[in-house]
């Protein structure tokens, strides 16, 4: 028998209680072994979770209890929750985390830490997508050429909801406040920071490459307007907030934002809280992985396949995918201002003659070319420029937004919004 | 090191140790070992294939190799196949196979016989996709409530180019023998049986249900015309060959045939040669897998993926996933007859007076309700009946089809598509 312990019952970890017991005659049979949850770890012993396990509000009593094999970390936050798993896997148990934020700061040192002990972290990325062990077993045979990923189901409901029925930012914003998709504060979702987690999770395992939250381009969806949803919609793109990573030569690319990206591709087929994640090997092409991002069942179903995993045969692959030193030692992470892309811009001008020409200038000073350009009223004496451009570096079009901004004609910031 | 035996070095196989020659920097790194194909097995020692291993006509130079870790089986067929692996087990080599059909007749035994041995078979199903890894480990937390599969690019290709090209049916079958995708008797494909083959694998990991392709209900396209595919246009459908398993009570239904698909399924979004599978779990809900069915190189990298598997960790799963008696041993394969859907139907008549009401009653007289109907001319004298029905059940439309057939003004045998 296996006895897991659960540090942190909110509502994954009470649905890992509740999976284990109502699914456990398939469990066992695929497992080879009965598992049982023996003890949780909760702040408020009060509170009735209706799960008949044994309850503590002590960390140590679930790390010092060696009837314990597997600790399941769900307590999230960075540094304390680091601290715990380190205990964890000193003495020996293996480790199973849904964590994305101790991940994406810490996962060269647990994986170094995990040697020969088990540490999975399948639930970290896309919920209840499998998509750690596909890029980490299925795709092993591969380089991976690209991950493009709707990794943030909040973000990808309001851009749905945007789209499809044209609903304002704000709106929708209160709307998945309202539905609990969103946080009181949303920032760390519309503004790409849980999607970059997960992203460089990825991108370790694709490229052994290291690298954090603040190395990376982290933007978000605050910006998006109707505007810029009718414009994407005459030329044939949806917009969604995607995680990407891209190996070019000896460099990677690893950025979060909103993208105009064509409907044609499956990617931009993926609607409402449901996350996608495309991944392009150089022997088998695309395959594209499709599933809810979120939500205590689906995380919990991650969480519990690695128990499973491990119940059957301990540690069976390392951690982040690799034992000898990867790509990632010959990798280096790309500058931000080197990024090629087309790009989309939104330019509110006051009506006045010789706008367009002067903004065209300073597109062609630097060095960018103009794909389509739409103008349409705003206001009674404004303008919108709607403009998409063929590939560009991101330094010529941040020095280019920075030369619009200052022109007297132009009423604020341009919005830019990348295209792939 | 790790040494890898193939048998058969045609395509895939050729694929294979390019691979491990190609991409050896990451596979190494990722397995922990260098893998190298030490020999291959060709009928043909003739005919040059421009790789650096030995070849052999003589399989036995590979099974009684004692320096072979790993043997490949590319060689196809069933029972030739079966006896090839069968000593290779016997021997202490893991073994890797790419053979569906294969597996659709001795997984059981195989499953038996490769007790404390590897024995994998990614590749068997849906090529480059890892949907074996999905179901048998990402998935393994969940009772599987439904499998729906686009299992053969061959059909979807077709399927795809009647629907945007408005092609007849022979015309695209004839383009797709030249493009290679079909062959010179397109029977396994078109007919279903290809895709069966993998639907009862799957159905394996799933339920643990056993099932041989001559117990479940297999169709082909064959029957689909322009016709049908702008009746499924009118009313938002898409037509696909699907494989479908579903758990009813203590039943599993097992089905592959064409089928009408809402557009808005994910399922339904997947076009040309591509492959796609969804998997609804009782925790996780919709899961959907995208990628290259077929070809060699993404047939490979699943291959080359489970030899790495291997030899990072030996045997770390049970072949079919489960080690004790599982779900399989309490259900049972639904009858044909009581599988419940909802049909569609083309039937020709002769355009006289009456005919409709005489139809009509004929539905009723079987429990049949209709839910639309559409008459079109056919010919001078003749007219399509196009009807959508409610759910019924296949023993009443089986009935009714009969009996339609016998009325004197029908015209030919009424084709039929179920619509899920």
Redesign the interface.
Same mark, same amino acid.
């Given at each position: 028998m296996i006895k897991v312990g659960i540090i942190g019952v909110g509502t994954v970890g009470t649905?890992v209680a509740q @999976?284990l017991k109502? =699914?456990a #005659?398939? $469990?066992?049979?695929?497992?080879?072994v009965d598992i049982v949850v023996k003890s949780g770890v909760v702040k408020n012993l009060n509170k009735d979770r209706g799960l008949d396990i044994t309850l503590t509000n002590n960390v140590d009593d679930i790390l010092d209890d060696s009837e314990i094999d597997i600790v399941v970390e769900l307590m999230g936050g960075v540094e304390e929750a680091f601290e715990v798993v380190k205990k964890a896997l000193k003495s020996g148990k293996a480790v199973v985390t849904a964590n994305k934020a101790l991940l994406a700061y810490h996962r060269y040192e647990l994986q170094s830490l995990a040697k020969d002990i088990a540490f999975e972290y399948?639930a970290s990325v896309a919920g209840? $997508?499998?998509i750690i =062990?596909?890029l980490r077993?299925? /795709?092993?045979? =591969?380089?991976i050429e690209s991950i493009m990923g709707i990794m943030n189901g909040t973000c990808n409901y309001m851009m749905t909801k945007m789209t499809n029925d044209g609903v304002a930012y704000d709106d929708i914003l209160k709307e998945s406040q309202e539905l609990g998709y969103a946080e009181a504060d949303p920032t760390f979702d519309v503004g790409g920071f849980d999607a970059a987690h997960k992203l460089l999770i990825l991108a370790s395992i694709a490229y052994?490459i290291d690298a954090k939250p603040e190395d990376i381009l982290i933007e978000g969806i605050q910006n998006v307007t109707q505007e810029d949803i009718s414009f994407a919609k005459e030329f044939g793109y949806a917009i969604k907030l995607l995680g990407i990573a891209k190996k070019d030569g000896n460099e990677v690319e690893l950025r979060v934002h909103a993208c105009l990206i064509k409907q044609e591709e499956?990617i931009a087929? $993926?609607d409402g809280v449901m996350n996608g994640i495309s991944v392009v090997?150089?022997?088998? %092409?695309? +395959? /594209?992985?499709? %599933? &809810?991002g979120a %939500?205590g #069942?689906?995380t919990?179903?991650?969480?519990?396949?690695n @128990? @499973?995993?491990i119940a059957?045969?301990g540690?069976? +692959? &390392?951690m982040l %995918?690799?034992?000898? &030193?990867?790509?990632g030692s010959k990798l280096t992470l790309k500058a931000t201002q080197n990024i090629e892309s087309k790009y989309y811009l939104r330019i509110n001008v006051s009506d006045k003659k010789g706008v367009l020409a002067k903004i065209t200038k300073i597109f062609e000073d630097n060095n960018i070319s103009v794909e389509t350009m739409l103008q349409r009223p705003a206001s009674q004496d404004s303008a919108n420029l709607l403009i998409s451009t063929h590939v560009a570096y991101e330094r010529d079009i941040q020095a280019m937004i920075k030369e619009i901004e200052a022109l007297d004609f132009v009423n604020s910031t341009p919005v830019m919004i990348r295209i792939v």
């Amino acid at each position: 028998m296996i006895k897991v312990g659960i540090i942190g019952v909110g509502t994954v970890g009470t649905s890992v209680a509740q @999976i284990l017991k109502d =699914n456990a #005659d398939v $469990i066992s049979a695929r497992a080879g072994v009965d598992i049982v949850v023996k003890s949780g770890v909760v702040k408020n012993l009060n509170k009735d979770r209706g799960l008949d396990i044994t309850l503590t509000n002590n960390v140590d009593d679930i790390l010092d209890d060696s009837e314990i094999d597997i600790v399941v970390e769900l307590m999230g936050g960075v540094e304390e929750a680091f601290e715990v798993v380190k205990k964890a896997l000193k003495s020996g148990k293996a480790v199973v985390t849904a964590n994305k934020a101790l991940l994406a700061y810490h996962r060269y040192e647990l994986q170094s830490l995990a040697k020969d002990i088990a540490f999975e972290y399948e639930a970290s990325v896309a919920g209840g $997508i499998p998509i750690i =062990n596909a890029l980490r077993d299925g /795709l092993s045979a =591969n380089h991976i050429e690209s991950i493009m990923g709707i990794m943030n189901g909040t973000c990808n409901y309001m851009m749905t909801k945007m789209t499809n029925d044209g609903v304002a930012y704000d709106d929708i914003l209160k709307e998945s406040q309202e539905l609990g998709y969103a946080e009181a504060d949303p920032t760390f979702d519309v503004g790409g920071f849980d999607a970059a987690h997960k992203l460089l999770i990825l991108a370790s395992i694709a490229y052994g490459i290291d690298a954090k939250p603040e190395d990376i381009l982290i933007e978000g969806i605050q910006n998006v307007t109707q505007e810029d949803i009718s414009f994407a919609k005459e030329f044939g793109y949806a917009i969604k907030l995607l995680g990407i990573a891209k190996k070019d030569g000896n460099e990677v690319e690893l950025r979060v934002h909103a993208c105009l990206i064509k409907q044609e591709e499956m990617i931009a087929k $993926i609607d409402g809280v449901m996350n996608g994640i495309s991944v392009v090997g150089d022997k088998v %092409g695309e +395959t /594209l992985y499709y %599933g &809810p991002g979120a %939500g205590g #069942d689906a995380t919990a179903s991650a969480v519990v396949a690695n @128990i @499973i995993d491990i119940a059957r045969s301990g540690k069976s +692959t &390392p951690m982040l %995918g690799f034992d000898r &030193p990867m790509e990632g030692s010959k990798l280096t992470l790309k500058a931000t201002q080197n990024i090629e892309s087309k790009y989309y811009l939104r330019i509110n001008v006051s009506d006045k003659k010789g706008v367009l020409a002067k903004i065209t200038k300073i597109f062609e000073d630097n060095n960018i070319s103009v794909e389509t350009m739409l103008q349409r009223p705003a206001s009674q004496d404004s303008a919108n420029l709607l403009i998409s451009t063929h590939v560009a570096y991101e330094r010529d079009i941040q020095a280019m937004i920075k030369e619009i901004e200052a022109l007297d004609f132009v009423n604020s910031t341009p919005v830019m919004i990348r295209i792939v």
